[in-house]
C-alpha cells in the first residue's frame, strides 16, 4: 500500500537549519505533485510547499518564502524540504503530502522545534 515516511526532524537553534526526507513507496510517486505541510499546536494545517510531478515547479506560503526550498529526486522516490533561517514559529509538525486528482496519501509527520 501507498506509504509516505518523513525524516530530518529535530531541535534545532534560531537561525538554523534543518533537511527534512519524504520516502515514498507503494505508488507511482513521479505522477503525483507533493507537497509539504505544517501543523503546529492550536493551529491550523498550513500549506508550506508545492511542487508538480516532473519537479519544475514550485510554490511557497508566505511565511516561507526565500527560506525554505522544496526539491524532488523521482528516481529516488523522495521529496525534500531544505529549511533555512529557522524561527520559534516555524516550530510544527511537519507532514508529507501526495496528491494527484482525487487521490492523496499522508505520511505520519515529523517534529521540528525551533528553540534556543
Known amino acids: 500500500q501507498a506509504q509516505l515516511v518523513e525524516s530530518g526532524g529535530g531541535l534545532v537553534q534560531p537561525g538554523g537549519s534543518l533537511r527534512l526526507s519524504c520516502a515514498a513507496s507503494?505508488?507511482?510517486?513521479?505522477?503525483?505533485?507533493m507537497n509539504w505541510y505544517r501543523q503546529a499546536p492550536g493551529k491550523e494545517r498550513e500549506l508550506v510547499a508545492f511542487?508538480?510531478?516532473?519537479?519544475?515547479?514550485?510554490t511557497y506560503g508566505g511565511s516561507v518564502k526565500g527560506r525554505f526550498t522544496i526539491s524532488r529526486d523521482n528516481a529516488k522516490n523522495t521529496v525534500y524540504l531544505q529549511m533555512n533561517s529557522l524561527k520559534p514559529e516555524d516550530t510544527a509538525v511537519y507532514l508529507c503530502?501526495?496528491?494527484?486528482?482525487?487521490?492523496?496519501?499522508w505520511g505520519q509527520g515529523t517534529q521540528v522545534t525551533v528553540s534556543s
Open positions: 503530502n501526495a496528491r494527484r486528482g482525487m487521490v492523496e496519501y
Open positions: 507503494g505508488f507511482t510517486f513521479s505522477r503525483y505533485a
Open positions: 511542487i508538480n510531478s516532473p519537479g519544475d515547479s514550485t
